[in-house]
């Protein structure tokens, strides 16, 4: 009796060609590479800044620190959970970096201990959802709210710089590209692995399919949802000190709650499923640099920022709805 194998079908992106339907819905996330491209595009004739070499690397070493969050969500919510902390997370863990550094510690103390510290807050989180019956975005949110406050505490209400430490990580490049995005790449890529080809990327998506079938198939639920958690947990540690090298300080409004709402807005439009069962990291991946594109593109364009939030919004809005259009078609789709 095998009940997991069905279950990593939804990772699949790609549709085939049905009668009746667009070249668009053929292309595994053809909706969001168009939008993409259309930003892209219309960005780089507006504005000429937007071509040269400093810009994308400064976008690059943007979206990199996104982009670590988001994968460990998306494998996350592949199997029906969600962690809404993972950005205050990573604000604690800047803020508690960043006063080792600055008190004397060496780098590699200092990395270590920000990392188990991120995955035991994960982990706290994977016990709660695992074992009461509060909704893991319930439990996460509230979780956010105090390590939003913990990080404040943390740092005194001020801003806690770290001189040149870390300083190659966040601001170097190799062959050409940050070194912060080449740490990125291999998040996603080590991530994507792990749901293609590996039993515990199999059994994200068997329990984010059905719970409750995941374990009469032999499945240790309650064993992978604390993994689970206690990856995204350390995910948000590395992201914490990503952003950390690349700002060379931490501030009270580092990381927190808007960055998690990037990192999740990136991951729903990429085509994973909030109801779990269904993830990619391609799509992510797409998500996440159709979001710091745009954020780039309102910049460039000096758009009021009264008008910045509704601008993405709505060009989030028209990524979501052509891929939603694009998995109804999607016959893995349930």
């Known amino acids: 009796m095998s009940l997991k194998t069905p279950s990593a079908a939804p990772e699949r992106v790609d549709t085939p060609s049905a009668a009746g339907g667009g070249a668009l819905r053929r292309v595994p996330h053809g909706g969001l590479l168009a939008v993409l491209l259309v930003v892209i595009v219309f960005t780089a004739l507006r504005a000429d800044s937007f071509t040269t070499s400093q810009n994308l690397l400064n976008v690059l070493r943007q979206i990199s620190v996104n982009a670590v969050i988001a994968g460990g969500l998306t494998l996350l919510m592949t199997a029906g959970g969600m962690d809404f902390s993972m950005g205050s997370n990573a604000a604690v863990t800047t803020a508690v970096a960043a006063q080792l550094l600055s008190g004397g510690r060496s780098t590699a103390l200092t990395v270590v201990v920000a990392l188990v510290l991120a995955a035991v807050i994960g982990l706290v989180n994977g016990l709660v959802v695992t074992y009461t019956n509060v909704a893991p975005f319930v439990a996460t949110l509230a979780t956010a709210m105090l390590l939003d406050g913990v990080a404040l505490l943390v740092l005194n209400g001020m801003s806690v710089t770290i001189g040149d430490k870390m300083q190659a990580l966040g601001n170097s490049t190799v062959a050409g590209l940050p070194w ?29 399919g059905n719970e409750h079938v995941a374990r009469l198939s032999g499945i240790n639920v309650p064993a992978r949802k604390l993994a689970l958690y206690a990856l995204a947990g350390a995910l948000a540690g590395l992201a914490g000190l990503m952003l950390l090298s690349r700002l060379g300080a931490s501030a009270p409004n580092t990381a927190g709650l808007q960055t998690q709402l990037t990192a999740v807005a990136a991951v729903v439009i990429g085509g994973t499923s909030l109801a779990g069962g269904r993830g990619t990291v391609v799509g992510t991946a797409l998500g996440v640099v159709l979001l710091g594109v745009v954020a780039n593109a309102l910049n460039l364009l000096q758009v009021n920022s009264n008008y910045q939030l509704v601008v993405t919004g709505a060009v989030l809005l028209v990524a979501a709805i052509i891929n939603g259009f694009q998995h109804r078609n999607d016959p893995g789709h349930h």
């Open 180 to 208: 912060l995005l080449v740490v990125a790449v291999l998040v996603l890529l080590l991530i994507g692995l792990v749901m293609r080809f590996t039993t515990f990327g199999r059994d994200a998506f068997a329990m984010g």
